[in-house]
């Protein structure tokens, strides 16, 4: 199978940016020491598990509230991904008579059938890949859901207690981190429409869409107040322990 005529450099960097930018994103700001603001609320969910840890079971309804409705949200972005990409695979049907009909508009750039194809499978991966990290997100929650249940009140200095605390903790992040991977796919996903536009209009918005996601983490005013939250709860956590207390 021979490639487009018309995929040059531009055409074939302009894809692989958007995926780049998009799977790199997280380890990116790790790796400028920032980190998602879900790392940074990581510690804020093993407060949380400690607090359940402590509390006797009939007391958990709350909980088990938040859970529910961090559970609705995955399947609602799941169920709506899954017809997203319904709608784009069944698209492939038809791929000669929709290239044929976008191509007569006279906004439309001239392009070639199989390069049309091949953004159109790009712009579908990108909502694939989203839909099984909804999917994974579910299933890391109910994983979370057992790990949850199995917490009993019990010595909090207690190794073992400590270990299950700590380990229920890391799941749930890891949902919510499968939740986040999905819904950033949408962003890219419109970098992703502008490929049937322009390359360079398409690298030029999914780097926006970049920068957008990057100054929600960092300057935004909710990535501001989450800071100060878990420096505050580290700085009370560490106090009470001075003073001889537990962690609660």
Same mark, same amino acid.
């Given at each position: /199978?021979?490639?487009? =005529?018309?995929?040059?450099?531009?055409?074939?960097?302009?894809?692989?940016?958007?995926?780049?930018?998009?799977?790199?994103? %997280?380890?990116?700001?790790?790796?400028?020491?920032?980190?998602?603001?879900?790392?940074?609320? !990581?510690?804020?969910?093993? *407060?949380? /598990?400690?607090? /359940?840890?402590?509390?006797?079971?009939?007391? *958990?309804?709350?909980?088990?509230?938040?859970?529910?409705?961090?559970?609705?949200?995955?399947?609602?972005?799941?169920?709506?991904?899954?017809?997203?990409?319904?709608?784009?695979?069944?698209?492939?049907?038809?791929?000669? %008579?929709? !290239?044929?009909?976008?191509?007569?508009?006279?906004?439309?750039?001239?392009?070639?059938?199989?390069?049309?194809?091949? =953004?159109?499978?790009?712009?579908?991966?990108?909502?694939?890949?989203?839909?099984?990290?909804?999917?994974?997100?579910?299933?890391?929650?109910?994983?979370?859901?057992? /790990?949850?249940?199995?917490?009993?009140?019990?010595?909090?200095?207690?190794?073992?207690?400590?270990?299950?605390?700590?380990?229920?903790?890391?799941?749930?992040?890891?949902?919510?981190?499968?939740?986040?991977?999905?819904?950033?796919?949408?962003?890219?996903?419109?970098?992703?429409?502008?490929?049937?536009?322009?390359?360079?209009?398409?690298?030029?918005?999914?780097?926006?869409?970049?920068?957008?996601?990057?100054? *929600?983490?960092?300057?935004?005013?909710?990535?501001?107040?989450?800071?100060?939250?878990?420096?505050?709860?580290?700085? =009370?956590?560490?106090?009470?322990?001075? *003073?001889?207390?537990?962690?609660?």
């Amino acid at each position: /199978m021979s490639l487009p =005529y018309d995929l040059d450099v531009p055409h074939a960097m302009a894809p692989l940016l958007i995926m780049a930018l998009w799977i790199l994103y %997280g380890p990116l700001l790790n790796a400028f020491g920032r980190g998602t603001l879900n790392a940074q609320l !990581h510690v804020v969910r093993l *407060r949380w /598990m400690r607090l /359940m840890h402590d509390s006797p079971r009939h007391d *958990r309804v709350f909980d088990a509230i938040i859970l529910g409705q961090l559970s609705n949200s995955m399947s609602f972005f799941g169920s709506g991904t899954l017809l997203v990409v319904a709608g784009l695979l069944g698209g492939f049907t038809a791929i000669g %008579g929709l !290239h044929s009909r976008l191509t007569q508009m006279a906004f439309f750039p001239p392009i070639s059938l199989a390069l049309f194809t091949l =953004y159109f499978a790009v712009l579908t991966l990108i909502m694939v890949i989203s839909f099984f990290s909804f999917v994974y997100a579910l299933r890391r929650l109910a994983y979370t859901t057992a /790990m949850v249940g199995g917490l009993t009140a019990t010595d909090t200095a207690n190794p073992h207690a400590r270990t299950m605390i700590a380990e229920t903790a890391i799941v749930l992040t890891e949902a919510v981190k499968s939740l986040n991977h999905g819904i950033r796919g949408f962003y890219f996903a419109i970098a992703a429409l502008f490929l049937f536009a322009s390359p360079w209009i398409a690298m030029m918005v999914a780097v926006f869409v970049a920068a957008v996601l990057v100054y *929600r983490q960092i300057f935004s005013a909710e990535a501001l107040a989450i800071e100060r939250y878990v420096i505050a709860m580290n700085t =009370y956590e560490t106090e009470r322990v001075e *003073r001889g207390e537990d962690f609660t």
